[in-house]
């Protein structure tokens, strides 16, 4: 373990971009602390500097503009528990929080940190996923944005740049849609996902599935949406016999990613119980 490791704190996120800029590829970036402490304290970070953009004010602040929904990239998962805009616009995002570890972590947790990690069992990716959400990058030069789920590129792997912070996040409001977040853990409560699904759905006037995003986390190396589920069954009136049958295409998806392994056999069972659970209501 080093120790010659500095703390850096800049005053705001200008001063943030141009350290990171000359000093990125050293530099691990803390924002709420509750997984690089963690790690740390493993031995597992070899940066050289740790910089702390938890207090920066450019990373706060929910909203609902002409963007979508925005979320700030240093918002708490607290806050999320707590917003009403997130509860009208992102429900499944809202309800991730309510089994996101204890309060005092989730007072301290963002969701930049917990998507910036690249865990696979990371409980606001698949409600984001699901309402299409992209992440706002920016570095010195300007800015870029990238589908949340393409951040995703191999467990614990991100796509985001040495000399970038993840800003915000922009979600597309879902407002009247049946939105359901689902996890499982080892524990029923404080527990890290075995296993967590996202679903957002709508009908038409005939009772038909005009709309639905499925996405899977945890239980493949990185989390993703399952586009072939939602093939199957858009335009479709929903009965046990289709959910069912969506439950296991879920699996079949999950398998054809991650390979069989001892677990599968209690994954793929899991995995068509979550869906179920989430697409019965809509019967």
């Keep these: 373990m080093r120790t010659d490791r500095e703390y850096v704190k800049p005053d705001n996120l200008d001063e943030a971009l141009e350290f ?66 997130v509860g009208r616009y992102a429900p499944a995002l809202q309800k991730a929080s309510f089994s996101f570890a204890s309060k005092q972590i989730r007072n301290m947790a963002t969701i930049g940190g917990n998507v910036g990690n690249a865990s696979p069992s990371a409980d606001t990716v698949p409600p984001m996923i699901v309402q299409e959400a992209v992440a706002v990058l920016r570095n010195i030069n300007g800015e870029r944005r990238v589908a949340v789920e393409e951040l995703f590129t191999g467990p614990y792997k991100s796509a985001v740049r040495p000399e970038e912070v993840i800003v915000a996040f922009l979600l597309k409001p879902a407002e009247d849609l049946r939105a359901d977040f689902q996890k499982i853990g080892r524990r029923k409560s404080l527990a890290i996902a075995r296993m967590n699904m996202a679903v957002l759905a709508g009908k038409d006037g005939e009772g038909k599935i005009d709309f639905i995003r499925v996405a899977l986390g945890s239980s493949t190396p990185t989390p993703i949406r399952v586009t072939e589920v939602e093939a199957f069954l858009e335009g479709r009136t929903l009965d046990s016999e289709t959910v069912i049958e969506g439950g296991r295409l879920m699996a079949e998806k999950m398998i054809a990613i991650s390979g069989r392994r001892p677990s599968t056999v209690y994954k793929e069972k899991a995995v068509q119980g979550l869906f179920l659970k989430m697409l019965y209501p809509l019967v």
């Design 20 to 85: 990171l800029w000359n000093h990125g590829k050293e530099t691990k970036i803390i924002a709420g602390g509750t997984d690089v402490l963690v790690d740390l304290r493993a031995g597992k970070v070899r940066a050289k500097y740790l910089m702390d953009v938890s207090r920066l004010d450019e990373l706060a602040g929910i909203a609902l503009n002409e963007g979508g929904l925005s979320v700030g990239s240093g918002v708490t998962l607290s806050e999320i528990h707590d917003s009403d805009i």
